[in-house]
């Protein structure tokens, strides 16, 4: 079963305008960490913003913000006043349980911010 | 603090030769992990290192996939007798400590082609 489903594979927004990327998530532990990242063109995965699963309020860093919906089990990324730099694909990654290191990634949304 | 390098950024190949591809984690931090990802898809875990110590691996990793972190710092990822499936982007990441809100910092990826 996917543990992260991203379902939306491409989305466009107006420069300037805000846009919201979906993940939602499967995961039966009650302690986990949810991450977005940002891969441009050039290939390199850049940390955007964490939400752990016991924070009582939603992330938030500079234009990224991430709302957290635990009972829906969803994470979703919000951007405020795109720019163009914005286009890049996003991707939504877990961890769960304390005992791994590793994330579990969503197969990611491809954003285009147009001007 | 430099970032994660990864070395080298490109590699093509003749399908059956070995390659080996080298990571560099932000000094200092005691976490390494390789991840692989193909073309669409989100990045899968493939194996992760803290310290010398390798803790766990996917099964995505099979035999003819090796990773060492000798001395606790940089890493190398081995492919034996390379096969034209393992064409994809294999990106490292490091961190310091763990837990939830552990972030992982990415490097720029190697490109593997295995014609």
């Known amino acids: 079963a996917q543990k992260i489903t991203q379902t939306q594979p491409g989305m466009f927004v107006q420069e300037k305008e805000a846009v919201t990327l979906d993940c939602t998530y499967d995961t039966s532990d009650p302690s986990y960490g949810l991450f977005w990242y940002k891969q441009p063109s050039s290939g390199e995965m850049i940390f955007l913003i964490y939400q752990g699963s016991y924070d009582q309020q939603n992330a938030t860093e500079g234009r990224y913000s991430l709302n957290f919906q635990k009972a829906r089990k969803s994470a979703n990324l919000v951007i405020s006043a795109s720019q163009l730099g914005d286009s890049a694909m996003y991707f939504c990654a877990m961890r769960e349980g304390p005992g791994t290191g590793k994330l579990i990634f969503g197969q990611g949304t491809t954003l285009q911010v147009k001007p | 603090d430099t970032g994660v390098s990864q070395n080298p950024r490109h590699k093509i190949t003749k399908r059956g030769q070995n390659v080996t591809f080298r990571c560099d984690p932000i000094s200092e931090h005691n976490r390494l992990y390789w991840y692989r990802q193909t073309l669409g898809q989100g990045p899968e875990f493939l194996t992760y290192?803290?310290?010398?110590?390798?803790?766990?691996k996917s099964r995505l990793l099979s035999d003819r996939f090796s990773a060492e972190r000798p001395k606790g710092s940089f890493s190398t990822l081995e492919i034996q007798r390379t096969e034209q499936g393992d064409s994809a982007m294999y990106l490292c990441?490091?961190?310091?400590?763990?837990?939830?809100?552990?972030?992982?910092?990415f490097g720029p990826g190697t490109r593997l082609l295995v014609l």
């Open positions: 290192f803290q310290n010398e110590a390798q803790l766990e």
């Open positions: 990441a490091s961190s310091s400590g763990g837990g939830f809100q552990e972030t992982q910092y």
